[in-house]
């Protein structure tokens, strides 16, 4: 296991960190996506390399001649965040090696949103894992392709309504599962996987740094609740990213080495799940599936959930 500074940990310190990402970046009131990136900031320890895929997160924070970035920061294309952070990597090693790069510690961190990494750059993230490179992935994950207007990805829950998943008399939006991405990481048995939600920040900052430490490429899942595509309140994204872990859409845990899971605090602490109801009901997306006509659908995908859960609490060894 990773060892974690203390100081990263301590919130004071987390607070006196100067932000990553400056206001005024442009992302719609109430995203969770800002949060995450600067909670990311608060982990992370000497200068830092962000090679980000295209997506909201990317967009809004760098409309020409502006950046919101206050440290280095690459623009890449939607596929390729993992395949340029690897050569990132590896320069700085061979400049290294030529006694050209004189920091001890350089953070080399991959961003992506769930299109550009459960879809699109899924192959050249799993190459950059195979091949070994010391960098840390981010996705942030929000349930669809935000950015061009709500297509459904592989993130997107069932039952959600995007513009390519309808929903209405003849479909209950998303019919397929998500795919369960954090676990495909995994078995490329790379040192560190996690998944995080921005309402536990601690747990967040934490396992970033972990990530940051561990000797080899890591992976970390953050949720971001969208209020534009999620049709939610924009003063409550950050309790949505409270309720997805306590309705068990997205618990929060750690994969060791690709074999070793283990449950977290805010995951680990709950006696059982709550209703996937109290989730659906804060969104516009999920609005249909409360008509009769979709009962039986929602049932099987409550059901589903704690099918899952049971599942990942086995695999972390709680009976
Ligand atoms: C190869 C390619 N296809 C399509 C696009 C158009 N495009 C830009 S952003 C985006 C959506 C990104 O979705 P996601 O990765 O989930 O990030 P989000 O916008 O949701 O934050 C798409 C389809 C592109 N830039 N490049
Ligand atoms: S569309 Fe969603 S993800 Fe994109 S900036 Fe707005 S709230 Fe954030
Ligand atoms: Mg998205």
């Known amino acids: 296991m990773v060892e974690v500074e203390k100081a990263a940990l301590s919130i004071k310190d987390m607070l006196q960190k100067k932000p990553i990402l ?17 909670l990311m900031g608060m982990a992370l320890r000497g200068p830092t390399i962000v090679c980000e895929a295209t997506g909201c997160l990317e967009v809004a924070t760098t409309i020409y001649p502006y950046t919101a970035w206050n440290i280095n920061w690459i623009h890449v294309a939607f596929e390729n965040a993992a395949a340029v952070a690897s050569g990132v990597a590896e320069a700085i090693n061979a400049l290294r090696e030529k006694g050209q790069w004189k920091h001890e510690i350089t953070d080399v961190i991959a961003i992506g949103g769930d299109g550009g990494t459960f879809d699109i750059g899924f192959g050249s993230l799993s190459g950059a894992l195979e091949r ?34 309808w929903a209405g008399k003849v479909e209950p939006g998303k019919r397929e599962r998500k795919k369960p991405l954090p676990e495909i990481v995994a078995a490329h048995r790379i040192p ?14 934490t396992k970033f740094r972990k990530a940051l ?33 306590e309705t068990g859409i997205h618990p929060l845990y750690e994969v060791i080495d690709g074999t070793e899971y283990i449950m977290s605090g805010p995951s680990k602490r709950l006696k059982e799940l709550k209703p996937l109801d109290e989730y659906l009901k804060m969104q516009g997306q999920f609005k249909h599936l409360f008509k009769p006509q979709w009962e039986e659908f929602k049932k099987k995908i409550q059901q589903d959930l704690i ?13």
């Open 213 to 245: 430490e561990a000797d080899g490429p890591a992976f970390i899942h953050a949720y971001s609740p969208c209020p534009r595509g999620w049709r939610s309140d924009t003063a409550k994204s950050i309790e949505l990213a409270k309720l997805a872990v």
């Open 132 to 165: 070994g490179h010391k960098f840390v992935y981010m996705v942030y994950d929000n349930g669809a392709y935000q950015n061009t207007g709500i297509q459904r990805s592989g993130a997107t829950l069932p039952g959600q309504e995007t513009t390519t998943s």
């Open 307 to 319: 099918d899952d859960w049971e599942l990942l609490k086995k695999k972390c060894g709680i009976e």
């Open 192 to 205: 560190y996987v996690a998944t995080v939600s921005p309402y536990y920040t601690r747990d967040f900052v």
């Open 22 to 38: 400056s206001s005024g970046h442009r992302m719609c009131a109430g995203c969770a996506a800002p949060t995450v990136v600067k």
